[in-house]
């Protein structure tokens, strides 16, 4: 009886005959929890790939194409995110892309042939750019840009929008699940046959 008794005091009690802290499970957890975060590899970590010349058909996490570089992609599957930086170029063919493609300053940006784009691709303060023949789950952004763009024949889950360009841009065939917002363009886009669930606004609303 002694011997069960001293079993339930030990139970109750910490080693010195303190009583344990209702709080010890949740910091024992934490630490544990904290530890498994430091052990696991490098691997399960996202990394970021760096495009100069030609990638094929592999699978990347993110991807970036540094400053003044060309960077052409065939069937590559992106599970992150790729940025463009200045004076970069990208030709994307046949891509599978998770995230966003993202230009800032770039010298041009092409994605085709059947690309599949789950967020927005958004071209800023750079040359031309063209997404042709593609799906984008988010918006196409253009936006402040002084070479050629063109938007045309593809499949848009959210708006397009083509904004203070200085260079010709066309727009044609889209279907847009948003809106189609163009405005303070010079010369004014140029644009017809697409199927708008949304408004079509200032610039584009005749397209």
Do not use: H
């Not at 691997?43 to 993110?62: F, M, P, Q």
């Not at 918006?139 to 708006?159: C, F, K, P, S, T």
């Amino acid at each position: 009886m002694q011997n069960s008794s001293s079993s339930i005091l030990s139970n109750r009690f910490g080693r010195f005959g303190r009583p344990l802290s209702k709080t010890a499970p949740w910091i024992l957890g934490l630490l544990l929890g904290s530890a498994c975060v430091m052990s696991l590899p490098a691997s399960a970590v996202a990394e970021e790939r760096i495009c100069r010349g030609e990638l094929g058909g592999i699978t990347v996490d993110n991807l970036r194409v540094p400053d003044g570089a060309d960077c052409t992609l065939s069937r590559t599957q992106v599970k992150g995110t790729l940025k463009v930086e200045a004076r970069g170029s990208l030709a994307a063919r046949g891509v599978r892309m998770v995230g966003n493609v993202q230009a800032e300053n770039a010298r041009q940006v092409s994605i085709t042939d059947a690309s599949r784009i789950g967020g927005s691709v958004q071209v800023k303060q750079g040359g031309g750019a063209r997404v042709l023949n593609s799906t984008v789950q988010g918006d196409i952004q253009y936006d402040a840009n002084r070479g050629e763009l063109r938007a045309n024949d593809n499949n848009v889950g959210g708006n397009v929008q083509v904004i203070g360009n200085q260079a010709r841009s066309e727009i044609n065939r889209n279907r847009v699940d948003g809106n189609l917002q163009c405005k303070e363009n010079s010369p004014r886009p140029a644009g017809g046959n697409n199927r708008v669930r949304g408004n079509r606004e200032d610039q584009c609303a005749g397209f």
